[in-house]
C-alpha cells in the first residue's frame, strides 16, 4: 500500500510561515491589522462552531468533511490573526483568547449555533459563497501577505462551495423531512446575510479616516461582491426546490463588536483555559 | 487495539454468527481442501483474503475482533472531542481537530475491513448504538482536564502503537492493509501528545500539576489496555496461532513499560509505580502489580462513562437520520429520472 | 461477483471502492472502500478521507456491486495457465547472462 506522506510544497501560506516573517521583520500597517482582524475574527468563530461537529455528524464519512472544511477554515484564521498581530505584538493566541467580547470583530453569522445539519449547510453555503468572491478578490491585493493568504484560501473555498451545494441539492430535493429543516435553516440564516455585504467599517470611516485611506488597493469593498451573492444564491436555492426566505435582516455590527446572544457562551467556552493560565504556553 | 471481554459475558454477534454459519455443519471435501488451503497459507505467513476458504471461528473472531476496534476507535473520539471547543492554543486546536477527525478516518477503514467479511457496517453501527458491541475500556474513562489530551496520547495512543504494530502483519489481508494506513497516521497522534506533556512540564506549576495528576490517572489504565495477565487469557493462543495476534499480552505490555520510562524521564513526570526499576538481570524494567478488579469494574460497565459514550453516539447517528435518508432518496430520484430519460431516448430511437 | 464487502441493497448508503493515483506517472490504486449516497458524494467522500495528508492527485470511485471479480471457487484453475511459463521472464534465459545491453 503506499501511502504518501509528503510536506506541503513550499510557498504555500501558514501560520508559521508568516510568523517567521514577522520574526524578519514583517509588520501589518494598523488599517491592515483591523482588516485581517475582522476577517480572521470572521474564520475562527466559524472554525470554531464547525468544530463542534466532530464525533457529531450524520455519518462517519460527512464527520471528516465536516473537519476538513473547519481545519481549512481555522487555518486562514490563524493565519489572518497571526498578521494581523504584527502590528500590536501579539500573537494569534493573545488575539482569540484574550480578546473580551466587544473587542471581537466578527459579523454575526459566524456566531450563530450550529443548529441542525440543514441550519449548517445554510450557513456554510451563505458563507462559502461570500468567502469565494471575497478572497478571490483579495488575492489581487497589494499586500504581499494578504494576497498569498487570499491565494490559499480561494481553492479551499472552492471545495466548501461545492460540499455545500451538493448538500443543499440533496436536503432540498431529498425527502419532506429533509425540505422542510434546510428550509428552516436558510430562513434562520438569511436575516445574517445582508452584513457580510456592508462596508468594512474601516473602508466607512468607523475607526477613523486614517484607516480607510491606509487600505485601498489592499482590502476588498464587500459591497461589491453582493452582486455575486444575489445571482448566485437564489437561483441555488430554486434549484433545490426550496423559497428564497424573504426575511428581514439583523441590525448586525459585528466589526463594531456588537455581537448575538450566542457569542458570550462560545467565547467563555473557546477561552475558558487559556485564561486560567494567563501567559502560560501549551 | 484489542478488547477484552469480562469473564463470562462473550457476547455473541448475531451477523458473526449468521456469516459463519455458512461453514459449519458436517465439513465437506471442499471444506478440507479449503482448510488444508488456509492452514498453508497461514504457516507460510502469506495473507488470507476475503474470498478465500477461512474457519467459522477465524471469520468470527476476526469481525468480533475488527469491528470492536473500529468501534473503539468511533467511541475514542468523544474523550478528546470534548476539548476541542476548549483547547487553549489555536495550533493545539487545530492538531486536536485533525487527531480527532483521524480517528473517524481509522474507524471507517476498520469497518471496511470488517465488512469484507459479511458484516456489514449498518450492522456494526446498531450493535455499537444499542450497547450489544464491546470497545476498548480505556474510552469510558474522563478527561477532566487538558493534560489528558497529552496523557491519551502519549500513553494511551502509544499503548495501542504497540498493539497495532504487529497488527500490520495479521494473517487477514483487508485488517493488515487497514492498520498499515492507521499506523502510518497514528504516528503523530502519539508524538502530539508527548509534546503536549512536554510544553505543560516546562510551564508554570500549575500546568506542571496538571500534566502529573494525569499521568498518575492514565499510566495504569494505559498498561491494562494490553489485555489481562497471560495466564488469564485463554484465546490469546487461538489468535496467536493463526497469526492475528503476533506477541502476548506480557510481552508487549513489557515492550510498552521498556519504552515509557525513558520517555518519563525526558518529561520529567514520575510514573506512578513505587516498584518500577530495572532489572539489570532481564535488561527490562519490572513493575507492579496491577489492579486489575479496576478494570474489571470498568469493562462490567461501571466506569465513569460507559453509558455516556454509548448514548452520545446513539444520538449523534439518530440526529443524522433523516440526512442519510434525504441522500439516499435524492439517489434514488436521479437515478429514476436518468432511467427514465435513457428510455425516452430509445423509444424516440426505435420509433 | 462484486467486491468483498459489498452489502447490495441491504444498507442504506451502498458501499464504494476507492482508487487513487497517488502522483502524475503512476496508475490508480485500490485505497480502501467508504460509503456514499451517489457517485457525486462519493468521490468527494474519498477526496476527504484518503487525500487528507497530499495522498493523491487523482481519485476513483466504483459502486462496489459494479465490479466484476474473478470466481474464487475457481482460483486453481483460474491462475493455473502461467505456471510453467518461465520462458515469459528475463530471468529464464540464463546463456544470456553478463552481455551488455541484454
Redesign the interface.
Known sequence: ??????Q?PTGIVT?ELIEAEIEGGLVATEAVAQYALGLGDDA?ILA?RL??W????????????L??I??DI??H??SL?TYAGSAWGKT??DL??FRSEPEFRCRQLFEQPIG??GQTIARQLIASVYFDSLYRALMHSSDKTLAAIAAKATKEVDYHL??ST?WL???G???D??AF?MQRGLDAMWPFVDELYRAEPVASGDFGAELAEGLEGIAVDPRALRAEFDAVVPQLVRDAGLTVPQTSAVRGGGRQGIHSEAFGPLLA??Q???RQ?P???? | MDVFEAPGTAPESAAATQTAAASTGAPTAEDEQGLARFLELIESDARVEPTDWMPAAYRKTLVRQISQHAHSEIIGMQPEGNWITRAPSLKRKAILMAKVQDEAGHGLYLYSAAQTLGTDRDTMFEQLITGKAKYSSIFNYLTPTWADMGSIGWLVDGAAICNQVPLCRASYGPYGRAMVRICKEESFHQRQGFEILLSLMNGTDAQRQMAQESVNRWYAPALMMFGPPDEDSPNSQQSMAWKIKRFSNDDLRQRFVDMLVPQAEILGVTLPDPDLKFNEETGHYDFGELDWSEFYEVLKGNGQANTVRVAKRRAAHENGAWVREAARAYADKQAAAAEAAALAANEMVAA | MPSPGDSGAREEWPLWEVFVRSSRGLSHVHAGSLHAPDETMAVRNARDLYTRRNEGVSVWVVRASDITASDPDAKGAFFESPQGKDFRHAIYYTKSEGVAHL
Open positions: 500500500m503506499s501511502v504518501k506522506q509528503r506541503a501560520p475562527l470554531h468544530g463542534e466532530i464525533a457529531n455528524g450524520p455519518e462517519l464519512e460527512e464527520d471528516i468533511a473537519g476538513n473547519g481545519l481555522l487555518g484564521a490563524r490573526l494569534e493566541d482569540a483568547y441542525d445539519f461545492d460540499h451538493q441539492l440533496r436536503l430535493l431529498g425527502t423531512e429533509s429543516r467556552e473557546m475558558v483555559l487559556a493560565h501567559g502560560a504556553s501549551w
